[in-house]
Each structure stands twice: as structure tokens, then as C-alpha cells.
């Protein structure tokens, strides 16, 4: 795999080597449930963004924190 981890995704999305779909490889932890803007995960996190130009890191923890107050 080119990209081994979360974090080298990212990376190549960033730079523009690697371009933002819905077909991205995942690595771990339970997929999350209707949720567009989260397009992959690992056990501990989502790359979440409407673009890459605005895509970060987001802690699993911290998503559901924000979700619980939008909701």
C-alpha cells in the first residue's frame, strides 16, 4: 500500500498526490455511520473536510463530542 497509515493519506491528499474520493483505503476502528464529510478513519481518528483544501484530523472523541452539540 502507498499509503500505510491515516496520517500518509493525509499527506498525499494535502500535497495533491492523491486525489479526495469516496474509494480511499481505511485502517481500523468502526466505519462511521452517515457522515459525508468523514472520508477515512483509523481506529483513533477521521479525516474529515468538505475539500482537501480543508481537510483535518479530527480525534473520534472530539467528532462525537461535536456531533452531540450540533445534534
Known amino acids: ?13 494535502k500535497i495533491g498526490a492523491v486525489g479526495l474520493s469516496f474509494s480511499l483505503p481505511t485502517y ?5 455511520v452517515n457522515a459525508p464529510e468523514i472520508w477515512s478513519w483509523d481506529a ?8 482537501a483544501a480543508d481537510l483535518s484530523l479530527v480525534s473520534r472523541d472530539q467528532w462525537d463530542r461535536d456531533a452531540s452539540l450540533k445534534g
Open 44 to 51: 483513533d481518528r477521521y479525516m474529515v473536510g468538505t475539500c
Open 28 to 32: 481500523g476502528g468502526e466505519e462511521p
Open 1 to 13: 500500500m502507498m499509503y500505510p497509515t491515516l496520517d500518509s493519506l493525509y499527506e498525499g491528499i
